[in-house]
């Protein structure tokens, strides 16, 4: 049973939360961290139920619904919803650890509680909805996405449903970010948009984002491509990534060759880009190549933003220029692979076909 | 499979404690807390020092919910009788909600000032744990996720492996989940005010809520192939699972159960079972108002007036959060192995809603079926059936 991408939602930030442009035109930042573009909320949730939302609720939200619209996808129509997220609404976490550390303990309301709980945004949506369907949530790293995508993958194949809304969202907070400065997680120095891949400094350009599809066994009018497949490894070594790479398509009937674009999820971070340039330099040298944490930043579900250009390019059979790594052409482009890592660890592969 | 829980550090001592009716619940002593008056705790007895030195990790590097994890992942391994992890498609699906907030809560304003606890930062992400479990285990190039679907995590993550086998994905699945007491989770359930200051009593009509739990649970899945390549002894049959949404309120079971009963129906409809093929039920049983209310409601709605002999054994251990699923998966196990229901400590006074009396005393009872209970915040709720031969 073939497994469709019929639609997508983004929000991030770039101005990605309307369907009908593709990065046309880029918003370039000096930093070492980016928040999202935000919608007009107003225009998608009614403002007394936002003002209760927290920041990840809000962003999934508008996210989800632009891709049920698109998809003209009825809300009873969905069979599950399964989210990835590294960090769930972390700042409801960490406000109430603070409000915990602050106040010895006392005078805690249960709000930020209830919303820390990893599963908030799946639950919130399910609620929504009314959807009393499979309900999952993958808390993984770099590679929380792609256990969402992986389990619906194997739902409509194997039948159990037959529309599946999937989504990555994560939120930027501050206490996260400090800390993370400190580790040398995030870059020391501000970084220009389009100087990020040359930047030459350790860590990356930390962000946030919302990025929902939906998933069906059969192709709507407005689908974007044909999921083939998605694997993840937890280690990989630099020296690996090559021959998995090969495996992973020789198991899908396809060599290096087949692949007309490849998505790199490069963001800059001296120390662990090498990964990237073992394919970027090698396999797929003569490829057309394309990278993106540039515009997205770097957070757990970034590979969700790679995963929307990746739909995005091979439906408009159009490669952006400012997510260009190479000059090669993709003329009527097929097959487009995605391969993300995060700090070396949590690799994914995933392969989509035109549709 | 193997297990770490108040009562008890293995399988053994958890079978050992269930037939003896022994409980883990006391005052709370490795956490200080300003409520450790007011709430009772199944706590696991090691400190953190002890788990450390008995797994070879340095003072003060990784999580409680890391140590309890590999404590009962080691278990599993050995009592799988696995050699090398890396020799069949093997993948490591964990659940926990609190992840290394134990750490986070303690050093949340230290980090700047005290660069010799900054490990600890990364170990906020609920799936550093998982992944320090793996590491730990050796498993290389391989599956290894996180599931967080708050009470139901540890359920969902067996439910998520036996699928992947089925699927053909894995040769094997190691799966289960991991969570450790913190202030995080006391004071969060304690402002829902839905924590006991006294024992548990699951299914009563005093009942006054929860005792929070810690613990760590893992089962080792195989493929019918691989069991029968290595000529394993197989301890017992995943054969049905269901997940539901209750889609009702974010923290709340709905009045009559509505997912639960989707849950329990979906996973006999996998298992291609009938309810009345189902000898036993290892309910979710919090014990607090909301949900042993909703849960026996739902089981009413699907047995009937046959439900069978049912119990909740989260007053032996406290409701361990994530790990519950996988617990109690081990208890099913135990309870087919054995032929014995465990025993719904601090029962006395049947709910005036329905008249349904869980098991009470340790009993003998031929099992060929065991139905799990999990459900969790954000409507969550999740069910699986255990089988002694495969269906």
């Known amino acids: 049973m073939p497994v469709y991408i019929n639609s997508i939602g983004s929000v991030s930030a770039q101005k990605t939360f309307d369907n009908s442009l593709f990065l046309e035109e880029i918003v370039r930042y000096n930093d070492t961290v980016l928040e999202i573009i935000a919608p007009n909320y107003k225009d998608y949730i009614p403002p007394a139920a936002a003002r209760r939302m927290a920041k990840g609720i809000k962003m999934s939200t508008v996210s989800a619904k632009t891709a ?66 499979h309900n999952f949530t993958y808390v993984h790293s770099a590679i929380s996405f792609e256990s969402a995508v992986m389990d619906a993958k194997m739902q409509l194949e194997n039948e159990e449903a037959k529309n599946i809304l999937v989504g990555g969202v994560d939120e930027l907070v501050d206490h996260h970010v400090n800390t993370h400065r400190l580790i040398g997680h995030i870059k020391q120095e501000p970084v220009e948009t389009m100087s990020v891949l040359t930047s030459g400094t350790k860590g990356a350009v930390f962000s946030e984002g919302a990025h929902f ?115 090669v052409p993709a003329n009527s482009a097929q097959n487009a692979l995605i391969y993300n890592q995060y700090r070396g660890e949590n690799h994914s592969l995933t392969l989509l076909r035109k549709c | 499979m193997g297990i770490i829980s108040a009562i008890g550090n293995n399988v053994a001592e958890n ?159 190691i799966v289960g989940g991991t969570d450790c007491l913190s202030k995080f989770t006391i004071n969060g359930f304690k402002t829902l005010l839905i924590l006991s200051d006294t024992y548990s009593a699951p299914f009563d009509e005093e009942r006054k809520g929860l005792n929070l739990g810690e613990a760590a649970a893992y089962l080792v899945l195989e493929s019918d192939a691989l069991v029968q390549k290595e000529n394993k002894k197989v301890l017992g049959y995943v054969t049905g699972y269901g997940n539901a949404n209750d889609a009702y309120h974010q923290t709340a079971s709905s009045e009559h159960g509505d997912g639960a009963l989707l849950a329990m129906e979906k996973a006999l409809k996998t298992a291609g079972m009938q309810a009345s093929d189902i000898d036993y039920v290892n309910a979710h049983g919090t014990a607090t108002p909301n949900n042993d209310l909703s849960e026996g409601r739902a089981l009413i709605r699907l047995f009937g007036e046959k439900v069978p002999e049912f119990s909740s054994t989260k007053a032996f251990t406290g409701h361990t959060l994530a790990a519950a699923g996988g617990v109690e998966a081990v208890y099913s196990v135990l309870a087919l192995q054995n032929d014995t229901i465990f025993p719904n400590l601090n029962y006395t006074t049947p709910m005036k809603e329905f008249a349904l009396d869980p098991i009470t005393e340790v009993t003998k009872k031929p099992l060929r079926n065991v139905l799990s209970n999990s459900f969790g915040f954000g409507g969550n709720c999740s069910t699986l059936i255990f089988s002694k031969d495969k269906s």
């Not at chain 1, 491509?225 to 070594?237: I, M, P």
């Not at chain 2, 409520?35 to 020092?49: L, P, Q």
């Not at chain 2, 490990?119 to 992944?131: E, F, R």
């Open chain 1, 68 to 133: 049920m619209i698109e998809a003209g996808m009825e809300e009873d129509e969905i069979d599950a919803i399964i989210v990835g997220t590294g960090l769930g609404c972390i700042g409801d976490s960490e406000k109430f650890v603070s409000d915990i550390l602050d106040n010895d303990e006392q005078f805690l309301t249960p709000t930020r509680f209830i919303q820390s709980s990893h599963n908030t945004v799946a639950g919130q949506i399910a609620l929504g909805m009314g959807c009393k369907g």
């Open chain 1, 213 to 327: 599809f939906t998933l069906s066994n059969e192709k709507r009018s407005s689908c974007y491509s044909e999921l083939l497949a998605v694997e993840t490894f937890n280690t990989l070594a630099e020296d690996q990534v090559a021959a998995k790479t090969k495996s992973f398509l020789s198991e899908n009937g396809m060599g290096p060759d087949a692949i007309d674009v490849i998505i790199l999820g490069y963001n800059g971070d001296v120390e662990f880009d090498g990964y990237y340039d073992t394919l970027a330099t090698a396999l797929f040298k003569d490829t057309a190549q394309v990278y993106y944490k540039h515009l997205s930043g770097e957070f757990d579900t970034a590979s969700g933003f790679g995963f929307w250009l990746g739909n995005k390019l091979l439906k408009q059979q159009r490669i952006p220029d400012a997510v260009r790594l190479n000059s």
């Open chain 2, 15 to 173: 079978y050992a404690s269930l037939i003896a009716g022994k409980r883990g619940i006391s005052r709370i002593s490795q956490i200080e807390t300003i409520h450790k008056d007011e709430i009772m705790v199944g706590e696991i007895t090691g400190t953190n020092a002890v788990l450390e030195k008995q797994l070879g990790f340095t003072e003060n590097e990784v999580s409680r919910t890391v140590l309890i994890g590999c404590i009962a992942a080691d278990e599993a391994i050995s009592n799988a009788g696995i050699l090398d992890i890396n020799n069949a498609r093997t993948g490591l699906i964990s659940g926990t909600t609190v992840g290394g907030m134990d750490k986070s809560e303690q050093y949340f304003y230290d980090y700047f000032d005290r660069p010799e606890v900054r490990q600890h930062i990364t170990g906020l992400h609920a799936g550093d744990s998982t992944k320090k479990i793996a590491t730990h285990l050796g498993l290389e190039e391989s599956f290894v996720t996180t599931i967080s679907t708050a009470c139901s995590s540890s359920a969902n993550a067996i439910m998520l492996g036996a699928r992947m086998i089925k699927s053909g994905k894995l040769d094997r699945a």
